[in-house]
């Protein structure tokens, strides 16, 4: 509702989603706050366990802020009348910056690096989630595709900058957080890493499609419909957002001695053995890793072709991850221990 209604499509959210996503924020932001508790309750007792984490822990205390904060936005969403909803939007996306906020508090690079870990991991979360927030409402809330080019005039420039921030935060999230970006690869931290990476390749793809492409296409067609792609697109970004919360809660490579548990199981389906803080990772190419090469350039031709053709928004989807399937599988058989 912070966009004049001239430079977007009509939009319908129910507030029924709306209360649902406020009420999940605090349950799942719960989830790491639980592991700490459930690993000092043999010794303390459950709740004395929790009432220590809530107090003392800065996960615990930065779980006490997105709780207060979540009620204040379940307030505002649950009381807000539809004639007021503009007016309050504004205190709406402060609160959800508040929440995002509270949650590169508690994360990973925050303990490493109060300062720079607590900024990187905010301006990370708040690009990302602007830039798959639109993308989801649009493509999914939109009653129409009015003004599709005056909301690209706009949006196109917000995604950019999104993407730019995302990178430059990336990297100082990387650089606090990992040791070397290869080496990561043999742990569950790594891995993840690594397919969210490969996720942006399409993501890209789909960036430029829906920037470019389709400004130039409903200039020539005002029947077409972009809508499908603009989900396809945040699709891809939503998978990424999964990535991230799936293997968040794993604990970073740093400055950690590498031992043969610590293995990721998915490193181990290709590279199976012995592995120590003294192996490294290195690359040779085979037969195999030309083949997933060959493999994911014959699916990203067919993501095009499926833009051209209009295929389904799930075939669509489909294809992409098999084609981040394919680099991966491509990358994991280049490497070598060494």
Request: hydrophobic fraction near 60%; charged fraction near 10%; aromatic fraction near 14%.
């Amino acid at each position: 509702m912070l966009v004049p209604i001239k430079y977007r499509p009509d939009i319908k959210i129910p507030k029924r989603l709306l209360l649902i996503c406020a009420i999940s924020l605090p349950v799942f932001a719960f989830i790491p706050v639980l592991d700490i508790t459930l690993y000092i309750a043999p010794r303390l007792g459950l709740f004395e366990s929790l009432k220590i984490v809530l107090t003392t822990y800065t996960i615990g205390t930065a779980w006490d802020f997105t709780f207060l904060g979540s009620i204040v936005l379940i307030l505002l969403i649950a009381l807000v009348k539809s004639a007021e909803k503009r007016n309050f939007a504004i205190l709406g996306a402060i609160l959800i910056f508040f929440l995002i906020l509270t949650v590169a508090w508690s994360s990973h690079a925050s303990a490493i690096d109060p300062i720079v870990g607590m900024i990187s991991d905010f301006l990370h979360l708040a690009a990302v989630s602007i830039w798959v927030g639109v993308l989801l409402v649009i493509g999914w809330c939109s009653l129409n595709h009015r003004n599709w080019l005056e909301f690209l005039s706009w949006f196109t420039n917000v995604a950019f900058g999104c993407l730019v921030a995302v990178i430059l935060s990336g990297l100082f999230l990387m650089d606090l957080m990992i040791d070397g970006y290869f080496d990561s690869w043999m742990v569950s931290y790594g891995q993840g890493l690594l397919m969210k990476h490969l996720f942006l390749l399409p993501l890209v793809f789909y960036a430029f499609v829906n920037g470019f492409f389709v400004k130039y296409k409903i200039s020539k067609d005002a029947t077409f419909n972009p809508i499908p792609w603009i989900r396809v697109e945040g699709l891809i970004l939503f998978a990424i957002f999964t990535i991230t919360a799936a293997f968040s809660q794993k604990s970073p490579p740093h400055g950690t001695q590498l031992t043969s548990d610590a293995i990721s199981p998915l490193f181990h389906l290709f590279h199976d053995g012995i592995i120590n803080s003294t192996h490294t990772i290195g690359f040779v190419i085979n037969l195999n890793s030309v083949c997933f090469l060959f493999l994911s350039i014959l699916f990203m031709g067919l993501i095009v072709l499926s833009f051209f053709k209009k295929a389904s928004m799930i075939l669509s989807f489909l294809l992409c991850c098999l084609f981040v399937v394919s680099i991966y599988f491509m990358l994991m058989v280049t490497v070598v221990i060494r």
